[in-house]
């Protein structure tokens, strides 16, 4: 048996027992790992609030070779991602970057790039950015580690310049030219504006986003955009992602 000890960000939190909790967490150089925390149900837990959807903790667990589940030992809150979570929108995007998290990431392999993504996204929450300019930078940018959807520069059909917009054909992971991808009449038009979005502003921190954001017409595009693209790589959409759009439909028509 191996003890480790390592800063982690919390992915999803399932009960086991009356009495435990299986919880996922990323860690740096271990990447994605599910462990038991006995007694984290109980009323007097020394647990108690810490296993908090993307809160950041410094955990301590034990691996044996040949299982899957470690067991976790000791829970100490960096941060608490308490204030993300204060109302109903805030509950269901801390799910929905969480979901995608462990989605892209794979069991016990490096995931040092998807922690500083989300760790950094979290943090910018805290400190005031819109939960959906957020929402839609940790989106493009989970995409783009997992070698999906790089910046669009060029057209992979002709090399023509996309600065002047580009189409994104259906059942495709990348943005065509329109002479290239107009054929396809269920292609969805992208405007310059969303382009420069995911080619030039993506590049910058987001706090610095947040000074000067795009316009809401340019994240809904470009949440539209990421979420074709990851349904056709993933050929299934993500649950939080349809509760949070099912949850948006009934709001709107109260």
Same mark, same amino acid.
């Given at each position: 048996m191996e003890i480790f000890t390592a800063d982690a960000l919390v992915l999803e939190v399932r009960d086991l027992s009356d009495a435990d909790r299986l919880v996922t967490f990323l860690v740096r150089d271990g990447g994605k790992k599910t462990g038991v925390a006995r007694g984290?149900?109980?009323?007097?837990?020394? *647990?108690a609030g810490r296993f908090l959807p993307l809160s950041? %903790?410094? %955990?301590?667990?034990a691996e044996k070779p040949g299982k899957d589940l470690v067991r976790i030992s000791t829970a100490e809150t960096q941060r608490s991602s308490h204030r993300i979570q204060e109302d109903l929108e805030g509950i269901l995007v801390a799910a929905y970057l969480a979901d995608q998290a462990n989605v892209f990431v794979q069991e016990n392999e490096p995931g040092d790039l998807y922690f500083r993504l989300l760790d950094t996204t979290v943090e910018g929450l805290l400190e005031g950015v819109p939960l959906d300019l957020g929402a839609r930078y940790f989106e493009a940018w989970a995409l783009r580690l997992a070698?999906? @959807?790089?910046?669009p520069q060029e057209c992979p059909g002709c090399g023509q310049d996309l600065a002047a917009g580009a189409v994104l054909p259906a059942? #495709?992971?990348? $943005? %065509?030219?329109? #002479?290239?991808?107009g054929e396809d009449p269920a292609a969805?038009?992208?405007?310059? #504006?969303?382009?420069?979005?995911?080619?030039?502003?993506l590049m910058r921190k987001l706090e610095e986003l947040a000074q000067d954001p795009p316009h809401p017409k340019v994240l809904r595009q470009a949440e539209e955009i990421c979420v074709r693209i990851r349904r056709? @790589?993933?050929?299934? #959409?993500?649950?939080? *992602?349809?509760? $949070?759009?099912?949850?948006?439909?009934? %709001?709107?028509e109260l």
């Open positions: 984290a149900r109980r009323k007097h837990s020394r *647990y950041k %903790l410094t %955990l301590t667990w070698g999906i @959807f790089p910046p059942h #495709e992971e990348m $943005l %065509l030219c329109p #002479e290239c991808g969805l038009s992208v405007s310059p #504006e969303v382009v420069a979005f995911f080619d030039g502003a056709s @790589f993933l050929q299934q #959409e993500l649950r939080s *992602y349809r509760v $949070l759009q099912q949850t948006r439909r009934q %709001l709107g």
